[in-house]
């Protein structure tokens, strides 16, 4: 790993790459990042997230657990992941605990591309070499070389034969 600045949170359970590059005011933890991803600053990775090798995780984004990253992904500015259907703070009146909710899985397949600002809700998958628009809520599974934009987002192109 290349730490490129100072002021990064990475915990000790954080499985890192040959030649990660790592920005400062970062937040990981119990993930994994493969080898020659950069991730930017004020990026969070939550535990049980996987990054794969040559990715790009730009500035102000969110991957959370369940969240799986596939090679060569590029994930732009102030992206946000879900993992919950129906998130609640509270169970019975009580602050929720990991027993009180089910994470939910989405991958992200090999060479895709999620423009800036987009919400990715849990439960899809985006198919290999997709393009997401910047600004678009992915609700639904996206086709493989597809590009997809809007709320909800939709598709634009097909993938061409």
């Not at 949170?9 to 790592?22: E, H, S, T």
């Not at 990253?69 to 509270?90: C, K, M, Q, S, Y």
């Not at 423009?115 to 996206?142: F, H």
């Not at 070389?145 to 598709?155: I, M, Q, S, T, W």
Request: net charge positive; proline share 3%.
């Amino acid at each position: 790993m290349q730490a490129t600045q100072p002021n990064q949170q990475i915990a000790a359970n954080v499985k890192l790459g040959k030649d990660v590059r790592i920005f400062g005011f970062t937040n990981l933890y119990g993930c994994e990042i493969g080898d020659e991803s950069k991730v930017g600053t004020f990026v969070e990775i939550q535990k049980g997230a996987k990054i794969g090798k040559r990715c790009k995780i730009s500035s102000h984004s969110f991957i959370c657990e369940g969240v799986t990253i596939e090679d060569e992904v590029f994930i732009g500015h102030n992206v946000t992941f879900t993992n919950d259907l129906f998130p609640r703070a509270t169970a019975d009146g009580q602050l929720q605990t990991e027993a009180d909710w089910k994470c939910i899985p989405t991958l992200v397949k090999k060479g895709a591309s999620i423009g800036s600002s987009a919400t990715i809700l849990c439960g899809i998958t985006i198919g290999e070499g997709a393009m997401i628009g910047a600004g678009s809520v992915v609700t639904k599974d996206v086709p493989a070389g597809a590009v997809v934009a809007g709320n909800p987002a939709r598709v634009m192109k097909a993938k061409q034969k």
